[in-house]
Structures are given as C-alpha cells and as structure tokens.
C-alpha cells in the first residue's frame, strides 16, 4: 500500500509519515518542491505517475491574519487544492483524507460541535477550507475530511515554542482567556488519521486531544509543566486586536469518532508533557 503525504515539511505531515512508517506502511511525503496544489496540471501529473492507495492531504495555507489580504492565494490552496487532489483522487481510485479546521464554524456559544453542524466561517482562512471541504463532498464519494485545532507539534512552530522563546526573556505574558479549544498534539492526531484512512468508513470527523481550555490556561500550564517562572495574565480578545477574528468556541464533539469505532485521544495536559519530553535539547 502506498499513501502520498502532502506537506510534510509541516507539523501533522511529518508526524503523519513518522507514523506510518512505525506502521510499516510505504509513505511518500511531499511538499511545495514536489508539486504546486494550486496548479492542477501538475497535481494530476503527480498522482497519475504515483498511484498512491490512498492521499492524505495536510499542506495548507495557515498564515490566518496574512489571508485577510491576501485572499487570493489563501483560496487557491486551501480551496482550490483541495480540490485539484480530489480529482486526481477520482482519476486513480485513491480515498482522500483532507484535514480542515475548527475555524470552518461561527465559533459562538459553548456547546460542542458536531461534525455535521452548519459552517459559518468569520475568517478568510475558515472560508477556504469550508469551501475545499464542499469541493470534495462534491467530486469524491471515497473521503474523510478530519478537522483538528491548536496543532502542536515537533515539526514547525506553535503556540508552545512561542511561550518557551518569550519565556527566555519575559517574566510575564498576557496571553487572551476567551477563546476555548483543545491543544492537539500532531503525533497524537496523525495516530487517529491513520487508522482512518485504512477504514472506508468515510465522512467528516473531528480529531483533537481530550479537555478544553483558554489560550492562558493552555500557556499556564506550559509553563508550570516546562518549570518557567514566566507569569500568565488573562486577558479578553478585545486587549489583542488581530487582522483575522478567531472561533470563541473551538470546542469539537468527537462523539462520531468514537460511534465508529475509534479511541478518544489523551487528555491535552498529558499530551503537552509527552511533547515537552519530545523537544527536549
């Protein structure tokens, strides 16, 4: 069985690919150097000439306040390369995986989000990935899409390098308190996408580690768990204006994942110190 890996130069790419190949299952990572997504030529030459079993789709346009302006290339790879995939998914028989994102929703109240609820994207960046999300329901019956929030991983940067670098030179942060979601580390979702993607049971999931928290109970605990002195102060978004507004509520129900069959993943607080130990120099 082969499976093509797009963005392995990211964090969910790579930990994608180190997990398969402990699987034993042949791996063909790939990135921006291999082939452009956002050229659909090249996207189907690719795939024609690799024949993968199965595509998992994780490189992606991520620079959330940079798409407020820059709406055009956001849409061309989030959007459109989604949909260039599925169809060279089509044209080889191969089932797609494509992870998306918790910014695909309104963001509001408090309750769960279920995999089926109605999206309402406020974001440039949540709007392309709802889109490509529509793409793919549209052209390929053979799909998973996976949604997962506040990657962490070793492979990249994220929210738990920034705190340790400022941590280095600052004694306190304020970090914002109103926005709640659950930290995912991308070793633990890439374990889940895998399993899968070797299934055919198709559909749209949500993959995040157990437990909700705020960005400053999130950083609070880095630093209590990495033994930094730092002081976190919560803050409202309102004190930390940003170009692209971001989900209050990023909170995922993973009900059908377990309705299916699939084992919840470990509380965040015990994926945080795994990472930790990961990153150690």
């Known amino acids: 069985m082969l499976i093509l890996v797009t963005g392995v130069g990211g964090q969910l790419g790579y930990d994608v690919c180190r997990v398969l190949d402990t699987r034993g299952i042949q791996a063909r990572g790939v990135d921006i150097d291999d082939f452009d997504i956002t050229d659909r030529d090249a ?20 620079a959330v306040d940079r798409a407020e302006d820059d709406v055009d290339a956001c849409m061309r790879v989030n959007a459109d390369g989604m949909k260039h995939l599925a169809e060279a998914a089509v044209r080889v028989g191969a089932k797609l995986l494509a992870i998306s994102t918790d910014y695909v929703f309104a963001g509001e109240g408090d309750t769960f989000y279920a995999p089926d609820d109605p999206t309402a994207p406020r974001s440039v960046y949540g709007k392309s990935k709802a889109l490509g999300e529509s793409y793919i329901r549209q052209i390929l019956d053979r799909h998973f899409i996976v949604r997962v929030s506040w990657l962490f991983g070793k492979n990249g940067n994220n929210f738990v390098k920034t705190m ?19 930290p995912t580390y991308s070793l633990d979702a890439a374990a889940v996408i895998c399993d899968l993607v070797l299934t055919d049971r198709f559909g749209t999931y949500h993959v995040t580690n157990e437990g909700v928290c705020s960005w400053a109970e999130f950083a609070a605990e880095i630093m209590r768990q990495a033994g930094k002195e730092t002081v976190i102060h919560p803050i409202p978004s309102s004190e ?23 084992s919840k993943l470990p509380h965040w607080k015990d994926a945080l110190s795994r990472y930790l130990e990961e990153i150690k120099d």
């Open 164 to 182: 340790l670098r400022l941590a280095q030179t600052r004694t306190e942060l304020n970090v914002v308190c109103d926005q709640i979601g659950s």
């Open 240 to 262: 930390y204006p940003a170009r692209a507004p971001r989900p209050a509520n990023s909170r995922l129900s993973k009900d059908k994942l377990l309705r299916e069959g699939f």
């Open 43 to 62: 996207v189907l030459t690719y795939v024609d000439a690799c024949r993968p079993d199965a595509i998992i789709h994780c490189s992606a346009y991520t």
